[in-house]
């Protein structure tokens, strides 16, 4: 019964650890703005599948304005600001080399749960942070200058995601799904135009379509292929299979782009499996207190929050219709598990 949402979930991670290397070789045809806004275009039309499945379809003017700031910080900084950095840092270094520094958005997401969001955070974080940076210290300094300045802005574009992953998180007025597909159209939008004001659109018509369908996979189809599988597996499983990601992207970037694997990759690789093995087994719980409310909100029945009947739809599903929370306590274990697993008192 797991073997086809495991499928999906190494299937979600092969695609998006393509990326790095499809977007190394697409640099030397495309600007880095026209590439970004390619690549999220293409996002968006790959998470139109989730959308059709929902059925239900929110306008960003029709939410609250504190989703609507928290949909515009997420687009700036995880669709507009990310990308860019990325293909900055992507154009002065090896495909394998950023494939590995994307683990800092990880690094990136946890620490700034801990020091912005009130997130604890135990000895295992704590190793896990230092393992990582230490990996990411080794491939910058065996990659020369050029290698240093890749590795800030891949960890700058990796800041930005872990914003962009807090922000995500809080969102409440519309489907992870639709978060994504206003991410990709909004965010594809303005760097394509910036990057049409910078310079001529030159790239050939098979090019764009590339670019294109490289966004499709591995930021779309991928993201609806990991949302599927974690509805299965679990969203701790989902996300330690989808954290294999950046290897497939080392691979490929071998086979394809044909870059030679150094000692310090090798190394960096090691290190990185370790500290991703200290940060998966990272349970902290701490109490959280919800007042008695009523509210009309996207939702799932399987999200330990809303565990009401509404008859005709699967707990997996995300619906929305009015509906009361209790005053409840309970104990959140907040990493890695993004869908937060409940223990109610």
Same mark, same amino acid.
């Given at each position: 019964?797991?073997?086809?949402?495991?499928?999906?979930?190494?299937?979600?991670?092969?695609? /998006?650890?393509?990326?790095?290397?499809?977007?190394?070789?697409? !640099?030397?045809?495309?600007?880095?703005?026209?590439?970004?806004?390619?690549?999220?275009?293409?996002?968006?039309?790959?998470?139109?599948?989730?959308?059709?499945?929902?059925?239900?379809?929110?306008?960003?003017?029709? #939410?609250?304005? +504190?989703?609507?700031?928290?949909?515009?910080?997420? %687009?700036?900084?995880?669709?507009?600001?990310?990308?860019?950095?990325?293909?900055?840092?992507?154009r002065?270094?090896? $495909?394998?080399?950023?494939?590995?520094?994307?683990?800092?958005?990880? &690094?990136?997401?946890?620490?700034?749960?801990?020091? #912005?969001?009130?997130?604890?955070?135990s000895?295992?974080?704590? %190793? $896990?942070?230092?393992?990582?940076?230490?990996?990411?210290?080794?491939?910058? #300094?065996?990659?020369?200058?050029?290698?240093?300045?890749?590795?800030?802005?891949?960890?700058?574009?990796?800041?930005?995601?872990?914003?962009?992953?807090?922000?995500?998180?809080?969102?409440?007025? %519309?489907?992870?799904?639709?978060?994504?597909f206003?991410?990709?159209?909004?965010?594809?939008?303005?760097?394509?135009?910036?990057?049409?004001q910078?310079?001529?659109?030159?790239?050939?018509?098979?090019?764009?379509?590339?670019?294109?369908? #490289?966004?499709?996979?591995?930021?779309?189809?991928? &993201?609806?292929?990991?949302?599927?599988?974690?509805?299965?597996?679990?969203?701790?499983?989902?996300?330690?299979?989808?954290?294999?990601?950046?290897? /497939?992207?080392?691979?490929l970037?071998a086979?394809?782009?044909?870059?030679?694997?150094?000692?310090?990759?090798?190394?960096?690789? !090691?290190?990185? &499996?370790?500290?991703?093995?200290?940060?998966?087994?990272?349970?902290?719980?701490?109490?959280?207190?919800?007042?008695?409310?009523a509210?009309?909100?996207?939702?799932?029945?399987?999200?330990?929050?809303?565990?009401h009947?509404?008859?005709?739809?699967?707990?997996?599903?995300?619906?929305?219709?009015?509906?009361?929370?209790? $005053?409840?306590?309970?104990?959140?274990?907040?990493?890695?598990?993004?869908?937060?697993?409940? +223990?109610?008192?």
């Amino acid at each position: 019964m797991l073997r086809f949402p495991l499928t999906m979930a190494f299937l979600a991670a092969l695609l /998006f650890g393509a990326a790095t290397p499809a977007s190394k070789a697409l !640099l030397e045809a495309l600007p880095t703005f026209q590439l970004a806004g390619l690549l999220y275009l293409g996002a968006a039309l790959g998470v139109l599948p989730l959308l059709v499945k929902e059925r239900q379809f929110t306008w960003p003017t029709n #939410v609250d304005r +504190k989703t609507g700031l928290k949909l515009l910080g997420a %687009i700036g900084f995880g669709g507009v600001a990310g990308p860019l950095l990325l293909l900055y840092g992507l154009r002065l270094a090896s $495909a394998a080399s950023v494939s590995l520094w994307l683990n800092l958005e990880l &690094i990136a997401t946890v620490l700034l749960g801990h020091f #912005v969001f009130r997130d604890e955070l135990s000895i295992h974080g704590w %190793i $896990a942070t230092a393992g990582t940076l230490a990996a990411a210290t080794l491939l910058s #300094v065996s990659e020369g200058h050029a290698g240093v300045l890749a590795g800030l802005l891949v960890a700058a574009a990796c800041f930005c995601w872990g914003l962009d992953n807090h922000l995500t998180a809080l969102i409440t007025g %519309i489907t992870p799904a639709q978060t994504t597909f206003w991410k990709g159209l909004v965010a594809g939008i303005v760097n394509l135009a910036i990057g049409m004001q910078l310079n001529l659109y030159g790239a050939t018509i098979s090019t764009t379509i590339i670019a294109l369908t #490289v966004g499709v996979f591995s930021y779309g189809v991928s &993201i609806v292929l990991y949302i599927a599988s974690a509805q299965k597996l679990g969203a701790s499983r989902s996300q330690i299979v989808f954290s294999s990601s950046p290897f /497939f992207g080392v691979i490929l970037a071998a086979l394809f782009l044909r870059e030679h694997i150094s000692v310090a990759q090798i190394v960096a690789s !090691l290190l990185i &499996i370790i500290a991703l093995g200290f940060l998966f087994f990272e349970q902290h719980l701490h109490t959280h207190h919800h007042e008695a409310t009523a509210h009309d909100h996207w939702h799932r029945h399987d999200d330990g929050h809303h565990d009401h009947v509404f008859p005709g739809m699967p707990q997996s599903v995300y619906h929305r219709h009015r509906h009361e929370h209790r $005053a409840t306590k309970h104990a959140h274990s907040h990493w890695p598990d993004p869908e937060h697993r409940h +223990k109610h008192e």
